[in-house]
């Protein structure tokens, strides 16, 4: 089976301070992660994933398969980061994907 | 906008009526889900076409719901005898997908299914 927690529901934080999303997956084979994001008004949107290993908006995260975990960091957030960010899981042979509960950030002036 | 489109937006309803949902995916794309997402959660996956074939249905869908994607185009989500548990936002998205793997999914809108 597999599964993504997501630990925090609501995330705050000033503009220009760094931002921290957790991700924690479990899955007995090997993983693909992608991070989703849906913007106030918008649809869900891929942010990034794991094998592009390219940032995307100032945003990076990086596979560790030891601590199964998949964390998304900016150094530096700005108020257009405001969103909700959803962690997702699939196999490698397999052709769907596995939500996290999702992690609502708020970035204030 | 040349995106996934969902079909209506909102849809409220008496419980055990009959709701059908339409998709339109991005034209040259093969794949298409559905999924459902309520309060407070990440979309939960349904099922998954690939062209006209239903590929994998979520054992935790009912028999009540069914879904279909003749010639490969469009997708039309049913439920049946709708519960007021059935109340959710249920999320189409599509991809291009070669070989074996998920490929990048775009999302529509989604359809706000109100059972009252």
């Known amino acids: 089976a597999q599964r993504v927690t997501q630990p925090e529901k609501l995330l705050s934080v000033f503009k220009g301070a760094p931002v921290e999303l957790k991700c924690n997956y479990s899955?007995?084979?090997?993983?693909?992660l992608f991070w989703y994001v849906q913007y106030s008004r918008q649809r869900l949107q891929l942010l990034l994933r794991?094998?592009s290993r390219e940032s995307i908006k100032g945003f990076t995260a990086d596979l560790n398969k030891g601590e199964t975990s998949f964390h998304l960091k900016k150094p530096f957030a700005q108020e257009e980061d405001s969103a909700m960010y959803y962690c997702?899981?699939?196999?490698?042979?397999?052709?769907?994907?596995?939500f996290g509960a999702g992690t609502t950030v708020t970035v204030r002036a | 906008d040349t995106g996934v489109s969902q079909d209506p937006r909102h849809k409220i309803t008496k419980r055990g009526q009959n709701v059908t949902f339409r998709c339109d995916p991005i034209?040259?794309?093969?794949?298409l889900y559905w999924y459902r997402q309520t309060l407070g959660q990440g979309p939960e996956f349904l099922t998954y076409?690939?062209?006209?074939?239903?590929?994998?249905k979520s054992r935790l869908l009912s028999d009540r719901f069914s879904a279909e994607r003749p010639k490969g185009s469009f997708s039309t989500l049913e439920i049946q005898r709708t519960e007021q548990g059935d109340s959710a936002m249920y999320l189409c998205?599509?991809?291009?997908?070669?070989?074996?793997?998920?490929?990048?999914?775009?999302f529509g809108n989604g359809t706000r299914l109100t059972v009252t």
């Open positions: 998205a599509s991809s291009l997908g070669t070989g074996t793997g998920v490929s990048p999914l775009h």
């Open positions: 899955y007995s084979g090997s993983p693909e």
């Open positions: 794991h094998i």
């Open positions: 997702a899981l699939s196999g490698r042979d397999d052709y769907k994907l596995s």
């Open positions: 034209s040259e794309h093969n794949r």
């Open positions: 076409f690939q062209n006209e074939a239903q590929l994998e």
